[in-house]
Structure formats: structure tokens, C-alpha cells
């Protein structure tokens, strides 16, 4: 289940629609809304959901689109739009294309001065660690969203480990996506009172036909 978080600004209809489109590969539970408390700041969506809710439906469709990408692009995932527009066309790619689509028309209803993000709700569901999707552009945010899946299990087991070890994180943790398929996480830490960064390398995924049959799942088997 997933946590919508938006500002009073974004209407209604901006909310059932995302919901609405999102609905067949990620369920949103709650909607929270945040007051702003300065008008130089833009209203947003944001959709924090555990690692496992973006790895179950979309991991095979993220294995293929980013192995897809890395043929000729590995030192730059998004220096060719015409590469990324035909492996986000394929078949494989539809979940990928689905939300994006999703969120391209929340943002339409809602207004170009929205932003939106994504993310996993460590160290909180509040802040979360969240990267922005470029929704202006289909192609970005395809390859923003499917970096983010494609670390999102390693970026909530790297950010327990550094809170299990005494880190105290404050405000959002920011995830940032490299050119080549790497992410660099970066926090306010109050114990030592200093700026954290963590990079977490880019590895291509493992073959497309195991994807969904390889995930980190607890222990007992699948989940509910």
C-alpha cells in the first residue's frame, strides 16, 4: 500500500485521478495534505510506498527497459531520447508507460507548477527519501522512475543500516540519480551535524526472464 502526500493547493480530481490510473500496479491507502508554510515553495504530489510495492509490479519491466538502455547508452541513460522513447514503447515497458501516464495527467489537472516525486517511506512516512520525476518530459521520468525502482530495495536497506548505527536523519533524504544508472543519497545528519552522502553503484539487472521470480522477499515465502 502506497502514501499519497500532497498540499491543499492540488485539487480532488488531481487525487481520484492518480489513484484512479495507479490503481492496477500500486494501491494508495491514504492521502495526506501538507499546509506550505512559504509561498515560494510549489505544491506537490509525492507517492511514498515500501520497496516491495514498486519492486512486485514493476522489476521486469525495469530489468528489461534499463538493459535495454545500457546497450548504447551505459554512460549516459538519458542522452538518447529516441532510445529511450522505443524501449518505453515496447510491450515489456507498458507498467513503466502506465504510470508515468498516470502522473502526467494528475499533473495536468493539477498544474505545471506541480511537482511530483516519488520514494520510500524511510526514515518516515512524512519526508521519506523521495527523487523528482521531470513529468514535462515522458522520457525522463521514465528513466528517473525506473533507477529509483531499480535501487528501491538497497535504498531502504541502506538507510536502516545507517539508522541502525546511530544515524539520526533529518528532514528528507534525497535520492539523486547519476547518468550512469548509479544514485547518490543525501541527508542531514543531527549527530554529527553534517551533510551525508551514500552512492549506490548501477549494476545491470539480472536476465529479464528471472525478474519476477528473484525478489527480496521476508522470510516465509510470498507476500500477502
Known sequence: MAILIVTLEVPQEAREVLKAEAAPLISI????????????IHSFMKVL????????????????FLTELAKNMADDLWKNKVEIAKALGSAAAFPIRKLIGAIAKAREISGERTTFAVGVPVPDDHYGATV?????????????FAIFVHHSQEIERTLKRYISAGSRIVGPVRIRPEPDGSVVLLWMDRVSQSAVQVRL???LPEDASSQAGNLDLPLGGARD
Open 49 to 64: 510506498a515500501d520497496a516491495l510495492d514498486w519492486t512486485l509490479p514493476f522489476k521486469a519491466a525495469v530489468g528489461i
Open 201 to 203: 553503484p548501477f549494476t
Open 132 to 144: 523528482t520525476l521531470l513529468v514535462d518530459s515522458t522520457e525522463d521520468s521514465a528513466v528517473t
Open 29 to 40: 491507502a491514504d492521502v495526506h495534505e501538507v499546509v506550505l508554510l512559504s509561498a515560494d
